[in-house]
C-alpha cells in the first residue's frame, strides 16, 4: 500500500455531516415529508462521491453509507456482523428477542433459529402455497366487484396479512371481509410509527408526548393479547390434529443442538415478528411492482404473455409460478428501486477500513442505506430506469454480490424470502393476467417505517380479450 492510499484513510469524525445546534443536534435538517428514511436516502444521493455522511441525533452519531465499494466490506460475518440500531432498539419492545430483533449474542436467536429453519426450506413452501392461493381468492372476488379504484396499498396489506397468518398460524384475519384495517393492523402501524419517531425526540421534550406514550402501550397490549388467543386455541386442539406450521413448530419442537424449547414469551415474541416481518415488506413490494406495471404498458403486457403461455386457466401450481421467470425478474427489479427494508445496520467485530479509505471503530454501528446501493451509478448503469432485464444471468453475473442486498447478508439474512417471492410472484400473475389498469400517474411515497406508495388508488378493468 503506498503512503498516499494510507493518508487518504479517513476516521468516521471526517464525513460529510449535517449542520448541528445544543441539544437539538441536527434534528432540524432531518425533517422530509416522506418521512426520516427519505431524508437519508436524499443525503445518500448529495454525498455518492464520499459514499458516506454522518448525522447527530440528540446523545449519539449516526453514521450511514450509501454506496457499494463501502457497503460491501460490512457484509463478512468473518469480520462485522448486524446489530440492533435505530427503530429495531424500539421495535424490540413488541417483537423482543424474536428473530429479527435479537441480538446475535442472544440463547434465543440461536436457538430458534434452529428450531424454526427447516421450516422456511424450499420443500417445506408446498405446504403453505394453499395459504397463498386461499387468501388470493378472496382479493380477486375484491377486485372483480370493485366499483371504484382500489386501495392498493391496503389490499396489498390485507392480503399478506392474511397469507402469513393462515400459512404460519392457521389463523384467519379475513380482512377482505372488512371495510377498514384490522384492529390489529391499525395498531401495528401506530407501534411502527411510534418507533421511529421516538428516536428523534430529544430527552427533554419526551414527557410532551405522553399520549402517544400510552396509546403504544395499549396498541402493544392489543397485539399481545391477539398472538396469545392465537396460541391458546392451539393448545386447546389435540396435538394429533395440528397443521405442520411455524406455530406446531414452536410448540412441540425442541432445538436439536440442546434439547431446549422455546419459552411461551419468546413464541410470543416469534409470532408477533412473523406477523410483522411476514407481510409489511411484500405488501410494499407487491404494491410498487403494480404501480410500475400499471404505468408501463408494454411491461404488462409482456408480463401476460409470459402468464398465458405458461400458466392453465384455474389455480397454477407452485412448480408453474417457480418458473414465471418475467414476473420473478419483474419483483427483483421492483425489490431493488424500492427496497422495503431500505436500511440495515451492522457493525465491525474489530477496528475495520472499509472500501480502502473509511476506518470504522469496533462494535461502531453503520446504517448500510441498501436503496441507495441499489441505485449506485458505478454498478448499475441508468439506476433509477426501470428494467427487469437486469436480472437476466448473464447481466447478473457481472456485477458484485454486494450490489443487490435486498433480503440482508449472511447468517442474519431473511429467512422468509423463499416464500415472500412464491407469494409475490402467485399474486402479481393472477392479478396481470386477469385486469387491465389505468396509469395512476407519477409515484409518492408514504413516510412509514417500510417503504410504500402513497395513496395508490388503482382504475381497474377487466381484461379487453
Ligand atoms: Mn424478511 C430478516 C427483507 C419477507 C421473515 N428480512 C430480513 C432482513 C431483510 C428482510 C432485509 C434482514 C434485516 C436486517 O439485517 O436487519 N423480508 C425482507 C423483504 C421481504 C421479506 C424485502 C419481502 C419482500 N421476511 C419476509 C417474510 C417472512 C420474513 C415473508 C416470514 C415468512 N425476515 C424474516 C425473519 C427475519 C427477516 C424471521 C430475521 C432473520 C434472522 O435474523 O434470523
Keep these: 500500500m503506498t503512503v498516499e492510499s494510507v493518508s487518504s484513510v479517513i ?51 449516526v453514521v450511514f453509507v450509501g454506496n457499494v465499494l463501502l457497503a460491501a466490506d460490512l457484509f463478512d460475518d468473518n469480520t462485522s456482523e448486524k446489530v440492533i440500531d435505530g427503530p429495531l432498539v424500539n421495535i424490540r ?99 411502527l410509527q411510534e418507533s421511529i419517531d421516538a428516536l428523534l425526540r430529544p430527552a427533554f421534550a419526551v414527557p410532551l408526548f405522553r399520549g402517544r406514550r400510552a396509546k403504544y402501550a395499549s396498541d402493544i397490549e392489543l397485539m399481545f393479547s391477539l398472538v396469545d388467543q392465537v396460541i391458546r386455541e392451539r393448545r386447546q386442539r389435540p396435538e394429533d390434529s395440528w397443521p405442520r406450521d411455524f406455530l406446531s413448530l414452536m410448540l412441540s419442537e425442541s432445538d436439536p443442538k440442546t434439547g431446549e424449547r422455546l419459552s411461551d414469551e419468546n413464541i410470543r415474541y416469534q409470532i408477533l415478528t412473523f406477523l410483522i416481518a411476514g407481510h409489511e415488506t411484500t405488501a410494499g413490494l407487491l404494491a410498487f411492482t403494480l404501480h410500475r406495471i400499471a404505468r408501463d404498458r408494454s411491461l404488462h403486457e409482456r408480463l401476460r404473455r409470459e402468464v398465458d403461455a405458461q400458466l392453465d386457466d384455474g389455480v397454477p401450481t407452485m412448480k408453474q409460478v417457480l418458473e414465471l421467470d418475467l414476473v420473478r425478474r419483474t419483483l427483483s427489479e421492483g425489490l431493488r428501486l424500492w427496497p422495503t427494508v431500505p436500511a440495515i445496520t451492522r457493525a465491525p467485530k474489530e477496528e475495520l477500513v472499509i472500501g480502502g ?68 410472484s402467485l399474486c402479481i400473475a393472477m392479478l396481470v393476467r386477469e385486469f387491465d389498469f389505468e396509469d395512476p400517474g407519477p409515484l409518492r411515497l408514504s413516510p412509514t417505517v417500510s417503504p410504500k406508495p402513497r395513496a395508490l388508488a388503482l382504475a381497474l378493468r377487466p381484461r379487453r380479450r
Design 357 to 424: 479509505r473509511l476506518r470504522v471503530p469496533a462494535g461502531h454501528p453503520i446504517g448500510v442505506l441498501v436503496h441507495a446501493l441499489h441505485r449506485d451509478p458505478a454498478v448499475w448503469p441508468e439506476p433509477d430506469r426501470f428494467d427487469p432485464d437486469r436480472f437476466l444471468p448473464e447481466q447478473s453475473k457481472k456485477r458484485p454480490a454486494a450490489a443487490y442486498k435486498p433480503f440482508g447478508v449472511g447468517k442474519r439474512a431473511c429467512t422468509g424470502r423463499h416464500f415472500a417471492l412464491i407469494e409475490a
Design 93 to 191: 419492545d413488541f417483537a423482543g428477542d424474536g428473530l429479527f430483533t435479537a441480538h446475535g449474542h442472544e440463547a434465543n436467536w440461536h436457538r430458534a433459529h434452529r428450531i424454526l429453519s427447516p421450516g422456511f426450506s424450499a420443500s417445506s413452501m408446498e405446504r403453505y402455497f394453499p395459504a397463498m392461493t386461499e387468501s388470493l381468492d378472496a382479493l380477486l372476488a375484491h377486485w372483480r366487484a370493485a366499483r371504484a379504484p382500489v386501495d392498493v396499498v391496503g389490499d396489498m396489506t390485507r392480503l399478506t396479512l392474511d397469507t402469513i397468518s393462515l400459512a404460519g398460524f392457521d389463523y384467519r384475519f379475513d380482512s377482505f371481509a372488512r371495510p377498514t384495517l384490522h384492529p390489529f393492523l391499525q395498531a401495528l402501524a401506530r407501534a
Design 11 to 61: 476516521g468516521i469524525e471526517g464525513l460529510p455531516q449535517l449542520p448541528r445546534l445544543p441539544v437539538i443536534e441536527s434534528l432540524p435538517w432531518l425533517a422530509h415529508r416522506d418521512g426520516f428514511m427519505a431524508r437519508m436516502l436524499e443525503l445518500a444521493e448529495r454525498h455518492r462521491d464520499a459514499g458516506a455522511f454522518a448525522i447527530h441525533r440528540p446523545g449519539r452519531r
